[in-house]
């Protein structure tokens, strides 16, 4: 091996300061005048030696870690086969490491894949960018890709370099913005991080935004990661592609995963919730937090892995056995997706390359008025790609079967939670942000297209006209629709909760706010939600809100359950609240399961609340007038809305054939006897299949056990009518005899 041309000094620095934008070009092997040139850059080794065909030649050691040499070879040979021996101790022999070059090898990732992050439309962005183990050339290894457009230069470090990245500077791929590098021997299970060179020259070390697996918090490293699982729910997702949501049953319970039973792993869960929610007869659960996020109590609305299950609990495969059990168990899974901002740690996403790059560069605009966070610039492609590719990798890599989307409203309005001044109108003058308009009809587009059976839900919280009308219906305003399934009633919830806090007394000062649900419900199609939101910080849980004593509590608790079950609208409900769980959520020990224990002397008291939570569910789903036509306005129509004195609404459901349900809430402590109830007279006799006040549900006992007969008189302008006894704080429902 001859004395190779010294490096140029400016390529000498660059490469060792960590901003060249092509170290393949100086690094590995060359052809050159008088032979084939060879180049190392290896930090602290001893020695490089060259392995050519059984030869071994070592290199010149030029300093700074980097070893060279010129290989004498005819002018027109092919560079051949090689393999480097590196040595890190002091005598041969020592310490040493037989490896490929990374830098003999050509991009491991094609033009197609390029041409889609530019143009924002990689719909598998996750294939594309990270780190992906693959076999290139018979070498086994793991691509490394990162976008980062304004770095100087971008180096992988990990646990494989003692997280020193100078060994490994990564190849820019043209106007991309796309930096690359193959590393052999490297697999699975490897931590990792890139060290990006800053326009300003500092440097800084990341995790992956791409990145499939972490380390568990408050550890931030990215995790190399390839699945090995296989799917065991194919006739679930053959089910799927044919699921229509808005003509089907869909009661969701809501569930904080880390603290729903504490301490247990995915896989632990997957031995006891699904069983717990087939029992309690919910058709679908809505999981949170499930993206990895630094502080647990931010219950994971502040996500820095957004392609990771959040691996406190297990791995990515170990949360897939979590899905693929549930699947199993004919329950569908939600889980909360936040698309709308995310936190500062100066690890993760925040000037990632030095610059404001998936934030927006004026600060006005990027940092989030209540959070503490930065907002997404939904105007950049590859920030809205990152975030679209990001929704499909959910459905598609882990049969995930809904996205609930967080905070859609901060998302659509510039102004929102900023004073005059603080923001600046969109270019017709309004203020709603254009961008996360398109982002959000891009994102649910594109999950309907590749994802059929699948159903987006928004959280938003205002009257934005179209929240889930299709993208391509124009409404009154001039926008497209968003495009969700669903988007979840606030109204609902936020006007029925102020009436259920009030004393019953008090209750008919307050009726229209049990009733104003009906005047737009069918504006969109809706779920009624009493999420984790309305379980903390002081708003007590919900049976806590009710008034009176713990009897009248639990009156009340089941009542308004026994409403929101045969309101028009899916209904969803967060854990602990389904067996009257007094105190506020906590997500240090969760539910208070001790509740329930038989030693406990009110145990029955929640059991019995429980006990109706599953006849509900069970009843509902054998009951298609409850949810056949539930975005429809025919099916549903008022009996009795105005009976502001007695606290009672009465209400019919019609199931797609005209099978019909009558819903009776008496929310006065009164028992009300004969009390008329117009009805159909199509029917001749009605029979009570539930009643919240049953005994066996902690009430008392008074309900209507004999079917009631129809008789000709009318009542409610209808033409039949029925006399029931109502229960005192409780619903009935009834159906045809």
């Known amino acids: 091996m001859r004395t190779a ?116 439309r990689h719909e598998e962005l996750w294939r594309a960018l990270g780190a992906r183990p693959m076999t290139v050339d018979g070498v086994t290894g793991t691509r490394f890709t990162v976008w980062a457009p304004n770095a100087l230069g971008v180096r992988v470090a990990g646990d494989f370099s003692r997280w020193d990245g100078t060994a490994f500077p990564m190849r820019s791929l043209g106007g991309s913005g796309v930096w690359e590098l193959f590393l052999p021997d490297v697999g699975p299970g490897t931590l990792y991080k890139f060290d990006i060179t800053r326009p300003d020259g500092s ?3 990341r995790a992956d935004p791409m990145a499939r697996r972490t380390e568990v918090p408050p550890a931030t490293a990215s995790v190399v990661e390839e699945s090995s699982y296989q799917w065991r729910d194919g006739e679930w997702m053959a089910r799927r592609a044919g699921y229509a949501p808005h003509r089907e049953p869909l009661s969701i319970y809501e569930v904080h995963l880390p ?40 219950w994971g609305y502040q996500v820095t892995g957004f392609y990771a299950p959040t691996a406190r609990m297990g791995t990515p495969d170990d949360f897939r056995y979590l899905i693929d ?44 008025p209540d959070w503490g966070t930065l907002e997404f610039n939904f105007g950049r492609t590859e920030v809205r790609n990152f975030l679209v590719a990001n929704a499909v990798y959910w459905c598609e ?55 059929p059976g699948v159903v987006t839900v928004a959280e938003e919280s205002t009257a934005w006209d179209g929240v889930t009308r299709a993208t391509h219906h124009t409404g009154p305003g ?89 309101h028009p609208g899916k209904q969803l409900l ?14 240090a020990h969760g539910p208070d399961w001790w509740l329930l224990d038989p030693a406990y002397s009110a145990a029955g008291d929640h059991r019995g609340v429980r006990d109706l939570v599953r006849d509900l569910n069970h009843l509902y789903a054998a009951t298609p007038a409850l949810w056949e036509r539930d975005t429809e306005p025919a099916g549903f129509s008022w009996i009795e809305g105005g009976a502001a004195d007695d606290n009672v609404l009465a209400f019919l459901r019609y199931a797609a054939d005209g099978s019909p349900l009558v819903a009776v809430s008496n929310f006065s402590p009164v028992v009300r006897h004969g009390y008329r109830i117009g009805v159909p007279d199509e029917v001749s006799a009605w029979r009570e299949v539930l009643n919240t006040d049953a005994a066996r549900y902690g009430g008392s006992g008074v309900g209507n056990p004999e079917p009631l007969g129809s008789e000709p008189v009318p009542a409610h302008g209808r033409p039949a009518h029925i006399a029931p006894t109502l229960p005192p704080l409780a619903t009935i429902w009834l159906v045809p005899a």
Not at 264 to 279: G, I
Not at 326 to 349: N, R, T
Not at 482 to 497: C, I, P, T, V, Y
Not at 500 to 505: A, D, F, I, N, R
């Open 259 to 298: 603290s729903w039973r504490p301490g247990l792993t995915y896989r632990d869960l997957a031995e006891q919730l699904p069983a717990y929610v087939k029992d309690l007869g919910f058709t679908h659960v809505e999981l949170m937090p499930v993206a990895e996020h630094p502080f647990g109590g931010s």
């Open 478 to 566: 001039g926008f497209g629709g968003l495009g969700f399934g669903f988007k979840w009633n606030m109204g609902w919830m936020h006007d029925s909760l102020e009436y259920m806090v009030k004393e019953p007394v008090h209750r008919k000062y307050h009726h229209n706010e049990m009733t104003f649900s009906m005047v737009y419900a069918y504006s969109e199609n809706y779920v009624l939600p009493i999420s984790h939101d309305e379980v903390v910080h002081g708003k007590r849980s919900l049976v806590s809100k009710m008034p009176g004593d713990w009897w009248q509590q639990r009156a009340n608790h089941r009542a308004y359950l026994g409403f929101m079950w045969s």
């Open 325 to 368: 059990r549930l699947h199993q168990e004919g329950i569908g899974v939600l889980m909360d997706w936040v698309p709308a901002h995310f936190p500062k740690d100066d690890w993760a996403l925040a000037r990632f390359d030095g610059t404001a790059l998936y934030e927006h560069a004026d600060p006005a605009r990027a940092e989030h």
């Open 203 to 205: 440097h800084t070390l």
């Open 5 to 120: 041309p010294p490096l140029d000094p400016g390529e000498r620095q660059r490469l060792l300061h960590g901003s060249h934008h092509d170290p393949h070009a100086v690094l590995g092997a060359h052809r050159t005048a008088g032979g084939v040139l060879f180049r190392a850059l290896r930090p602290y080794a001893r020695a490089v030696t060259v392995l050519v065909a059984g030869v071994r030649a070592e290199l010149h050691d030029d300093g700074d870690g980097l070893f060279s040499g010129l290989w004498p070879l005819a002018e027109k040979a092919a560079i051949p086969p090689y393999r480097l021996l590196v040595r890190y101790g002091p005598e041969p022999g020592t310490d040493e490491i037989e490896t490929e070059d990374p830098y003999r090898f050509l991009p491991a990732l094609g033009e197609l894949d390029l041409h889609l992050i530019g143009e924002g």
């Open 397 to 451: 890599e882990f049969h995930i079967d809904g996205l609930r989307v967080d905070a859609v409203a901060s998302m659509l309005y510039l102004d929102y939670s900023r004073e005059p001044g603080q923001w600046s109108p969109n270019p017709h003058g309004g203020r709603e942000n254009l961008d996360a308009v398109a982002f959000l009809q891009e994102t649910n587009a594109t999950v309907y297209r590749r994802c």
């Open 574 to 587: 967060f854990m602990g609240q389904e067996f009257a769980q007094g105190a506020e959520w906590s997500e």
